[in-house]
């Protein structure tokens, strides 16, 4: 692609522009157009000091507010998307800035063959002529549509002039303005009146650019020129499976640099193993009493809390995952079950280190029934408690949708878990409504199972 694009440069005697050159060049080298194209966005925007800054949120400082108008805009930059549609980019940024921006996005429409419709407000003189064409809007409707050095003519036409030190920005926010219009009036031969933005559109029909894009439009278009990929038939973008490949890899990368959490989860886990293991030595644990069979009870219960206990950290980071989800669902990324689905398979492996490193370190030295079978069905149990609990809080997370919520449904679960875990309350012993609630909990269901074994 490069090398046509010298070569018509070339035949057209073209002398491209240095940074765009550069950039282009830099691009064309095998695996490094994200870093490259990324590296040149944080600089056109001014975010090069902010790089490595994390963006905030009600809890974490982060970037400034002008810095966040620009993440989102450079969000939308580093993209493929050939038509680009931006509303009030400039917000809480300098003249400069903007200007840059706009500038560079004209450079990649002209060489790439995009379009980029942008809106905004009051633009400054340097940054507005680097427009191709304007779309004027007042009160819902389209005032002037076509190329940016006929506005002038247009409006001269009616009766209005832009006067010489004038920004024509300026001058088109003004001259639709019941306020302000007088002021650009022209016609000395003709008394003023105010024209409503009604007869500028009737004018515009009548003015030779206006004629031009009818035209245009009365023609239809041949459907024999168009590429098959011009207009996508599909949802999404792509197969399901190429889908789940992309969410799966992106799981991978979150589960990485979030490693210090399951790390620190595993060593949590195994810290208590280790408690649990001295509280409740083989040595010290008699078998001759219903007393000592409550004990042992006590300490099965104990695995079962801690094992759930350890699920809860999935709260937080389904909370902190949800805007970019509920984002990216919206604009038709991927469906939701291609983003749940890795969340939860990636995440078996890691139970079944945590789970292992509890059960093979307490269930020996705890004096359980030394059978091998009796062992691994201990540590299916746990496995299954664990991945209940981490479905759980994930979906509390998930419905709640903040933070606050979430940890007060969650405690309020874990409670009605603990209660009803059939080791504080005995189903038999308690009202009919609890004797309901111990016969379907998991926890007591898992307490059940290890009574049986």
Avoid at 153 to 182: H, I, Y
Avoid at 314 to 331: G, M, N, S, Y
Avoid at 332 to 342: D, M, N
């Amino acid at each position: 692609m490069l090398t046509e694009l010298s070569r018509r440069e070339k035949a057209a005697n073209i002398k491209p522009d240095a940074d765009i050159d550069a950039f282009m060049k830099a691009s064309s080298m095998g695996g490094l157009e994200a870093n490259v194209n990324t590296d040149y966005i944080l600089k056109i925007l001014g975010l090069e000091m902010c790089a490595d800054t994390m963006v905030g949120d009600e809890m974490l400082r982060g970037i400034s507010g002008g810095q966040r108008k620009r993440v989102t805009t450079g969000e939308m930059l580093v993209g493929p998307a050939k038509a680009l549609f931006m509303d009030e980019i400039s917000t809480g940024l300098d003249s400069s800035t903007t200007f840059q921006i706009v500038n560079s996005l004209r450079q990649s429409v002209h060489i790439l063959g995009g379009t980029a419709v942008i809106s905004l407000l009051q633009p400054a003189p340097e940054t507005y002529n680097l427009f191709d064409d304007i779309i004027l809007l007042s009160d819902g409707q389209v005032v002037y549509q076509g190329p940016r050095d006929d506005v002038l003519e247009f409006f001269e036409s009616v009766g209005f002039k832009c006067p010489e030190r004038k920004g024509v920005a300026d001058f088109l926010q003004e001259v639709t303005s019941k306020k302000d219009q007088k002021q650009y009036w022209v016609r000395g031969d003709e008394s003023y009146r105010f024209v409503p933005v009604k007869d500028f559109v009737r004018a515009f029909q009548s003015f030779h650019t206006g004629r031009a894009i009818r035209k245009e439009l009365a023609v239809p278009f041949d459907k024999s020129k168009s590429h098959p990929a011009a207009l996508t038939t599909t949802r999404y973008g792509v197969s399901g499976t190429e889908l789940l490949k992309a969410n799966i890899g992106r799981e991978i990368l979150l589960m990485k640099r979030n490693s210090f959490v399951y790390m620190f989860r595993t060593f949590q886990l195994i810290l208590m193993s280790f408690i649990a293991m001295t509280l409740f030595f083989r040595t010290k644990m008699k078998r001759d009493s219903v007393t000592n069979g409550g004990i042992y009870m006590g300490a099965l219960f104990f695995g079962v809390l801690m094992i759930m206990f350890n699920g809860f950290s999935e709260l937080a980071l389904t909370v902190f995952k949800l805007p970019v989800f509920f984002k990216q669902r919206d604009l038709l990324f991927y469906p939701a079950w291609a983003y749940t689905i890795p969340s939860w398979i990636l995440k078996i492996p890691i139970t079944f280190v945590e789970v292992g490193g509890y059960v093979f370190i307490t269930y020996y030295v705890m004096g359980f029934d030394p059978n091998v079978g009796r062992f691994f069905k201990q540590y299916l149990l746990m496995l299954a408690i664990n991945q209940m609990a981490a479905s759980l809080f994930r979906f509390i997370g998930g419905a709640a949708r903040n933070m606050i919520v979430a940890n007060v449904f969650a405690s309020f679960m874990l409670l009605i878990f603990m209660v009803l875990g059939g080791f504080i309350l005995v189903r038999g012993k308690s009202e009919e409504m609890v004797d309901l609630g111990l016969l379907d909990l998991p926890t007591n269901v898992c307490t059940e199972c290890h009574l049986s074994e």
